[in-house]
């Protein structure tokens, strides 16, 4: 093989290298974004309540 053709193969699988570390290290940081957002919303009822109407039912004997 010429010198040239090694360096440019070697150079290809260095750039996949980076490329992959890089979106590696993207997806962990949005995953942790997404994990401390998740966190930090409120403590919400498991049962959304009707917007108009509320939780309370009268109910008449």
């Known amino acids: 093989m010429e010198l040239n053709s090694i360096m440019a193969s070697q150079l290809r699988s260095l750039q996949s ?22 966190q930090s919303l409120p403590n919400q009822p498991s049962t959304a309540s009707h917007p108009h109407k509320g939780l309370v039912v009268d109910q008449k004997a």
Do not use: E, G, P, W
């Open 17 to 38: 290298t980076v490329q992959l570390s890089v979106m590696h290290k993207a997806m962990a940081m949005n995953t942790t974004a997404a994990t401390d957002m998740l």
